[in-house]
T-cell receptor, first 113, second 107 residues
Framework: GAVVSQHPSWVICKSGTSVKIECRSL??????MFWYRQFPKQSLMLMATSNEGSKATYEQGVEKDKFLINHASLTLSTLTVTSAHPEDSSFYICSASVGDTQYFGPGTRLTVL | AQRVTQPEKLLSVFKGAPVELKCNYSYSGSPELFWYVQYSRQRLQLLLR??SRESIKGFTADLNKGETSFHLKKPFAQEEDSAMYYC?????????FGEGTQLTVNP
């Protein structure tokens, strides 16, 4: 089956620093990947849609200059949280679509001190 | 705008009892609906989708357009069914999730 990996699985950083999260499709090519954010005991909220070779499409209320998304290849999308602050602490999950099915990564726990 | 509502955050049943996880949606177009499941310490994974009309792990879900519902059912719950269940709607090139229902099946 389609497998999506994320790296790192968890990261702790100081306020003001930037953090990069990688999302890879391991055994398939994904022209579209999605980035979600999940707060404790809440649902997944779509942040942006990442399209290979073009700019990401951000959801309303998501700052594109703060959450930089790069989808340079058909198997890799990255999310960079710039100038991270404690309120950015969350669980970030990516997914990649195959047809109408999305396959999810295991998530990355970000803690900003 | 599209919206998915799961009215029950928590649901607890005994092993062997029937279980129904409710899901209602709001969408102006023709919806594609899914159920995703997340077992403890595992990633989110697809359980079933309405277009395939299949039964996975004994679970079924029927799309009722009149009631705008897509409830998930299983006649005899098992302990291994304990997990977080999310109903999701695909429309407008995006997947919108409900808030999830934590199902606990007690022995």
């Amino acid at each position: 089956g389609a497998v999506v990996s994320q790296h790192p699985s968890w990261v702790i950083c100081k306020s003001g620093t930037s953090v990069k999260i990688e999302c890879r499709s391991l055994d398939f090519q994904a022209t579209t990947m999605f980035w979600y954010r999940q707060f404790p005991k809440q649902s997944l909220m779509l942040m942006a849609t990442s399209n290979e070779g073009s700019k990401a499409t951000y959801e309303q209320g998501v700052e594109k200059d703060k959450f930089l998304i790069n989808h340079a290849s058909l198997t890799l999308s990255t999310l960079t949280v710039t100038s991270a602050h404690p309120e950015d602490s969350s669980f970030y999950i990516c997914s990649a679509s195959v047809g109408d099915t999305q396959y999810f990564g295991p998530g990355t726990r970000l803690t900003v001190l | 705008a599209q919206r998915v509502t799961q009215p029950e955050k928590l649901l607890s049943v005994f092993k062997g009892a029937p279980v129904e996880l409710k899901c209602n949606y709001s969408y102006s177009g023709s919806p594609e609906l899914f159920w995703y499941v997340q077992y403890s310490r595992q990633r989110l994974q697809l359980l079933l989708r309405h277009i395939s009309r299949e039964s996975i792990k004994g679970f079924t879900a029927d799309l009722n357009k009149g009631e705008t519902s897509f409830h998930l059912k299983k006649p005899f719950a098992q302990e291994e069914d304990s997990a977080m269940y999310y109903c999701a709607l695909f429309g407008g090139s995006r997947l919108t999730f409900g808030e999830g229902t934590q199902l606990t099946v007690n022995p």
